[in-house]
């Protein structure tokens, strides 16, 4: 068997004898008409919306107008949506006052250079563009309280709006269910104290916040609940393909357009898995597989689909390192993984710590799976530090990973980790 996993903006080649492969797990997801192009797809969605009122029809009589837009993290094709939830806008209210809110959430600050990438010079020089920080409690306001007891704080530009949107993208989230929708409000523009509510050792330890799943998640319940609150009147959704092109795009009431968007990708991102010995995933390329934080997604896979003890190699640039301070040091300082879940699972909810969240996951896997990461030579000291094995090449990982699980060790390969949904089978 012979594969590409996608690495930064490139792509590493693997090749195993196939006797040994006990998977190839890849989404096998619709894709759109071959005439429509991105363009028509999201402006087919955009003129039929779930809940029958158009963005047009939603901007009548309104003064002002907050877009929560995906941030650099996020590979939304922004450029293919915003320009035309602008234009339908002012189609419906010439003189509305709109605002793009990136929602950073717990993230750093998305650059100038980084937001023209992603939404093209014309826009950012022309457009009121304003970077949520969720760390400065004086731009974000208390608006309730959630289900889960956690003050609901959010950015004032999204409380202060007579109207306030979304776009955004789905995909299979490794405790939210899914990705888009809600999540635009929260995590998106929430106060740090919200997301650490949200994200307490308690809901990241139930079995319901897993990649697929939504029904009984409480994550994901707080999130609808944030959205609600804070009023989110419409979004645009899109899914797109492992080229990052969208196929298919879901418009109109936040909540109807997201199940119907989940409900699409589901049938095409389930995928069963015999678990194997070693695991062989990519976290998409760039810029997904910027930073070590982000990377824990596509290991969630691998975790679901390795024997117990399995070894999951983790191919990933991480051209921006490890992606949290937090993140880092917990796993560097800690005595072991063990430990960390130990200590974390006694934190409260109002006393949860930046990214724990993230590390809470990587210490689940680690307690049960030695993960190899494949990346850049800078990084080695620091895979290292965070209680990781470090490989220069994806043969030199496979060959430690061998050496761990034996001459005869199983393979299951999922070139991109965050694109499936895996159901183990016994």
Not at 44 to 68: F, N, Q, W
Not at 311 to 333: H, M, N, P, Q, W
Request: glycine share 8%; charged share 25%; aromatic share 6%.
């Amino acid at each position: 068997m012979k594969c590409k996993i996608p690495y930064g903006s490139d792509a590493l080649t693997l090749e195993l004898p196939d006797e040994k492969v006990l998977g190839l797990l890849e989404p096998n997801v619709e894709v759109a008409a071959a005439e429509a192009s991105e363009d028509d797809i999201v402006l087919a969605a955009m003129a039929h919306p779930y809940g029958d009122r158009t963005l047009s029809e939603l901007a009548v009589g309104k003064d002002t107008c907050t877009i929560i837009v995906s941030d650099h993290t996020r590979p939304v094709p922004s450029k293919h949506i915003i320009p035309f939830m602008l234009e339908e806008l002012r189609a419906g209210n010439p003189d509305i006052k709109v605002t793009l809110l990136v929602a950073t959430g717990f993230h750093r600050p998305t650059s100038t250079d980084e937001l023209r990438s992603k939404l093209g010079d014309d826009i950012v020089d022309s457009e009121c563009i304003v970077i949520h920080d969720a760390f400065d409690p004086s731009t974000n306001e208390k608006i309730g309280v959630l289900p889960s007891g956690a003050d609901l704080v959010i950015d004032r530009e999204a409380v202060h709006t007579d109207l306030l949107i979304a776009e955004g993208f789905i995909e299979p989230h490794f405790f939210a269910g899914f990705s888009g929708g809600r999540k635009s409000v929260l995590p998106g523009v929430c106060d740090a104290v919200t997301v650490m509510g949200n994200h307490c050792s308690k809901f990241i330890a139930s079995p319901c916040a897993r990649t697929g799943i939504l029904e009984g998640n409480p994550l994901h319940n707080d999130m609808v609940d944030a959205a609600r609150q804070a009023k989110l009147a419409y979004i645009v959704n899109v899914v797109i393909d492992e080229q990052k092109h969208v196929i298919a795009a879901f418009a109109g009431d936040p909540f109807s357009a997201h199940e119907a968007g989940t409900e699409f990708l589901a049938k095409g991102c389930r995928v069963k898995a015999v678990p194997a010995d070693i695991v062989i995933t990519g976290n998409g390329g760039a810029p997904l597989d910027q930073n070590m934080y982000q990377c824990v997604k596509s290991m969630t896979a691998a975790e679901a689909s390795a024997v117990e003890g399995g070894v999951i190699i983790e191919c990933a640039e991480c051209a921006d390192g490890t992606g949290g301070e937090g993140f880092y040091r917990s796993l560097k300082d800690c005595e072991s993984a063990d430990a960390l879940m130990e200590e974390i699972l006694q934190i409260p909810q109002n006393e949860t710590k930046p990214d724990q969240w993230e590390y809470q996951i990587q210490a689940r896997i680690l307690m049960h799976h030695p993960v190899i990461y494949v990346s850049r030579p800078e990084m080695k000291e620091t895979i290292e530090d965070m209680k990781m094995m470090f490989a220069e090449s994806l043969d030199e990982a496979i060959a430690m990973a061998r050496e761990i699980r034996g001459r005869d060790a199983t393979f299951t390969v999922i070139p991109n980790g965050i694109s499936v949904i895996v159901q183990p089978e016994q």
